[in-house]
């Protein structure tokens, strides 16, 4: 296959993750040319830019039997893509799970259509403050240190038994066990009873928002945060800096709903009134940590918004067009392997690494040309 020196790289970076051991050669010759497309400059997730970005010499319709029909298992995909994430956790810094969704939003079909997308559904988008059409995908994602690292998903049908918290709790499962610190960090929706009681039982601690109805019981009494917190005096908070902003914190500890023990801060920015409809509240289950701890833990958790944000915008991650659910979740797999791909190339936050290669091939077809020009 004559490929550019830059899809060499890619090429032996697949055979030094021992992929073609699994992988047959034109399996292999297919994810060479996914990820070069991928990390170009303009890719949106159109299949037809994979073939024009990556100088596919196959026709098109080739990637689109790869992702519905090819004969591979994605799941050895992930796979390694977890092993290669797991050898780069550095014991002696806590690793955090982070734990959200998002939505890939699609226009709604015709209800003539022949061939709708599979899966789609109306799903609540906090963004937009709507409900919107498209796919919902649960991700949980491995940070330690500076970087973060796309670990597995899921996709939420809306119409079966599997609710986000049911999908959240199989991925958590199958989370090896990690030492010595692991922390779950999430928001309102995943702090649920269930998810903590699986969490602590692999002895990961969890650090999520919380609700502000949620039930606590100070000194045996039956309150909801918001109320207890008019009962809050200024001089009973601390005042904690996380990063540039300063907060006012009550710190409770004690039982509260799905929990006999825990740490339940109530935070106000400086600046507010300390009114409850001011107030964020977030949970700990590990009691030992400081009030300043456990709000820079939490505000770790915003990696995961940042990587939603590099892969719909850099990567395709919402931009495709095909229909299968198969499909679909093939394309997401390789979506995220590439993802950890370019980071382990470069060795560098994915930002810098994205820019490094797209600099990398533009030279590389630079030098393409210039061979080939007549003396």
Known sequence: ?????????????????KLPFYFSKPVINHLTHFIDGMLSVGFTGKLTEIHSFSHQKKHRTTLGHFLKKGSWNEGYLLRQ????????????????????DTICEK???????????????YHFSHTDGKSVWGHQVVQLMLKNGD????????????????SKIKLSIEMIKRVPALQPSVYLLCDSWYTSGSIIDVALSKGIHVIGALKTNRILYPQGIRIQAKEFARYIREEETDLVTIGHESYRVYRYEGALNDLDMGVVLMCWK????ME????????????????????????????????FKQVKGMVGFNGYQVRSERAIKRFWTIVQ??????????????????QCIRKQKIGSKVQKKLEHMPD
């Open 107 to 121: 226009t709604k079909p015709s209800s003539q259509a022949s061939t709708p997308t599979e899966s789609c559904g």
């Open 147 to 162: 970087q973060a690292y796309p670990y597995e998903f899921r996709l939420f049908h809306k119409e079966t038994t599997e």
């Open 81 to 100: 893509t977890q092993e290669q994430i797991l050898q780069k956790m550095d014991q002696d810094e806590p690793v955090f799970l982070l734990l959200d």
């Open 337 to 354: 392997f590439t993802y950890v791909f370019a980071m382990y190339l470069r060795k560098a936050a994915f930002n810098l690494a994205i």
């Open 270 to 273: 400086e600046e507010h009134p």
């Open 1 to 17: 296959m004559n490929r550019l020196s830059h899809q060499e790289e890619i090429y032996n970076g697949l055979i030094k993750w």
């Open 276 to 307: 409850p409809k001011h107030m964020r509240c977030f949970l700990s289950t590990d009691t030992e940590l400081t009030t300043e701890q456990i709000l820079s833990y939490y505000s770790q958790r915003w990696s995961i918004e940042t990587y």
